[in-house]
């Protein structure tokens, strides 16, 4: 969509542009292409510039043990707490458009978790889950040596799928009521006349209807659980024990800043944007084919 | 509600009632356990009855992780970035959508490209531009010859040396170097009618004086919407703040949560935890339930 109407002065329009120009080329063009070179050269510990390395940073990141399992990892964590945090919401906003007697409250209150700081609600549920206070120590009162996020790799990993998928049900709501709340009224109404039930109507009309938000969540929740987890990681287990929660940024990180590895940072992370970019692109090329537009 | 249901509605009260407590709880817990002494707070079960301690705790947590100058830093750094955004994505989209020039398009496309990489993908290449911000432009200066030239022709040497670790700008600007905001508008200035615009011009009105009079006016519901949620999101920032600031008297209320995490070995002192945990949960839940609306608003209409 274009203006008919506009301005003739364009020196002027382009000044407008500048300030934003300025911001993403200093802190965005520029350390992504800085990213690229570092990743392609390796730094020489006495100072003398970096020396070309080709693609050597990356084929020692592809044969090391510890980055596949980086990668197994965030792939594991990405695909459970989204399909968590979307399955949950999207059952109680469709519970919520419903909109029995009381269901202001839920509109307000659902969407809460998603304000609160990942660290945050990260140190919440470390104190919620650990094993000597809290509640899980009631568990494993019962079972003893049940539950144990600082030894077991797999509680660990729980801990941070829970702590991660509770934010997100309060963000996947807002989207999900919204879109059940856009399909108008009479569809609903018409559906009833003719004779079909809740649950009928909810798979005949409303699922199809709100396919585009369910795409539009599953692309946002993905990206994200590669980003936003990493207050969560950092607090909860710091990557441990025994590397079972080191997702891929935490390990940017902690190899790039801890290590002090720039290089083997910067390819991690060209690898991990090019992961995210796939990914986005098989969700659009296999899942939207599924999506209803209007 | 269509027909009468008292079946399906006995559960669905039900199951959205689960989603109530799964909600509330975790709020709950950790009031409740920012209440407690150190010995009931690390009882199991530990007892869901408030106990006395609530303003003691709050105070201990206060002063342990030093949380009035960090809330304060954090704060500020959260009405940068909401201020910075609501600014600098305006003009953009002023630009991009009310004027034609050549180039127009490439400009659109350099700033939507910046929607796919966040800063914690590209985070270790920008910490090094934030040590010295003008380190791009003495490399290109370098690398055109143009501090050769000058240095012949001045005999000044061209060093371009600005850092901004430990430093708010350095906090701030980074963040403000996304579209999201800039998105939002250009939609709704599409949405504004040409007429506006014509009359404005025929009152002769220029483009500045246009924008300033008419088009902010009438964006003011997308400002609201758009500062809400760029304030939330920069008060939740975690993994920038924790690299930049590597001095105390800039740290953020959220890097300092670290500080409070009851050391291994040291005394389970899970009731500070949770009382410094709820004072810095606090600030963006008021935000949350005070501008819900433009809250909800500004998530809908900024990710579309």
């Given at each position: 969509m274009e203006k008919r109407v506009t301005f003739s002065r364009w020196t002027i329009g382009i000044l407008f542009a500048v300030p934003q120009l300025l911001l993403i080329f200093t802190f965005f063009y520029w350390p992504a292409g800085q990213a690229v070179y570092w990743s392609l050269t390796l730094q020489q510990p006495w100072g003398g510039g970096n020396i070309w390395v080709g693609l050597d940073n990356f084929r020692s990141i592809l044969s090391n043990a510890d980055y596949w399992h980086s990668i197994t990892a965030s792939l594991v964590f990405a695909g459970i707490s989204t399909g968590l945090a979307m399955f949950i919401a999207l059952v109680l906003a469709a519970l919520t458009d419903?909109?029995?007697?009381?269901s202001w409250l839920y509109r307000v209150v659902l969407i809460w978790p998603y304000g609160i700081a990942a660290p945050a609600l990260a140190l919440a549920f470390r104190f919620i889950l650990a094993p000597e206070a809290g509640f899980m120590a009631v568990v494993n009162q019962v079972w003893p040596g049940f539950w144990d996020p600082g030894l077991d790799g797999t509680d660990a990993m729980t801990s941070i799928i829970i702590a991660f998928s509770w934010k997100y049900v309060g963000y996947n709501f807002i989207f999900f009521l919204a879109a059940f709340q856009a399909i108008p009224r009479s569809l609903i109404e018409a559906a009833a006349m003719d004779g079909s039930g809740v649950i009928r109507r909810f798979w005949d009309i409303q699922f199809p209807l709100i396919t585009p938000t369910i795409f539009f969540l599953l692309v946002i929740n993905i990206t994200e659980s590669f980003q936003d987890s990493f207050g969560i990681v950092d607090i909860m287990t710091a990557g441990g024990p025994a590397n079972a929660t080191n997702l891929m940024v935490y390990k940017i990180y902690s190899d790039g800043f801890?290590?002090?590895d720039y290089s083997g940072a910067a390819a991690q992370s060209i690898i991990l944007m090019i992961l995210i970019v796939a990914l986005t692109v098989v969700q659009f090329r296999f899942i939207e084919r599924r999506v209803h537009y209007r | 509600m269509v027909e009468r249901t008292p079946f399906l509605n006995f559960f669905t009260h039900l199951i959205l009632f689960a989603g109530f407590i799964f909600c509330v709880a975790p709020f709950a817990i950790v009031a409740i356990a920012a209440s407690h002494n150190l010995r009931d707070v690390n009882d199991v079960p530990m007892s869901l009855l408030p106990g006395s301690d609530f303003w003691v705790n709050i105070k201990t947590a206060w002063v342990t992780a030093d949380l009035g100058p960090k809330l304060l830093n954090s704060f500020i750094m959260a009405f940068g970035v909401a201020a910075g955004k609501v600014i600098v994505s305006a003009l953009t989209a002023f630009s991009i959508v009310y004027f034609r020039y050549p180039g127009r398009m490439l400009i659109f496309w350099l700033i939507f490209i910046t929607l796919m990489l966040p800063l914690e993908v590209r985070i270790v290449p920008t910490y090094a531009v934030v040590a010295n911000v003008l380190e791009p432009y003495q490399t290109i200066l370098d690398l055109t010859g143009i501090s050769w030239l000058i240095e012949k022709v001045s005999g000044v040497q061209v060093s371009l040396s600005l850092g901004l670790l430990n430093s708010y700008s350095g906090l701030i600007l980074p963040l403000v170097a996304t579209a999201t905001g800039t998105f939002l508008y250009r939609q709704f200035f599409l949405t504004v009618p040409d007429e506006l615009t014509e009359a404005a011009r025929m009152d002769g009105a220029g483009p500045l004086r246009f924008f300033i009079d008419v088009l902010l006016p009438l964006s003011r519901n997308n400002m609201a919407a758009l500062g809400t949620i760029m304030f939330l999101w920069a008060w939740n920032q975690y993994l920038w703040p924790l690299l930049i600031t590597t001095d105390q008297s800039h740290a953020m209320a959220v890097t300092e949560l670290k500080q409070l995490i009851p050391n291994v070995g040291g005394a389970p002192e899970w009731h500070i935890a949770m009382a410094g945990t709820l004072i810095i949960m606090l600030p963006p839940l008021f935000v949350v339930v005070l501008m819900q609306r433009w809250f909800v608003r500004g998530l809908i209409a900024t990710e579309k």
């Open positions: 419903r909109q029995l007697a009381g801890k290590g002090l | -």
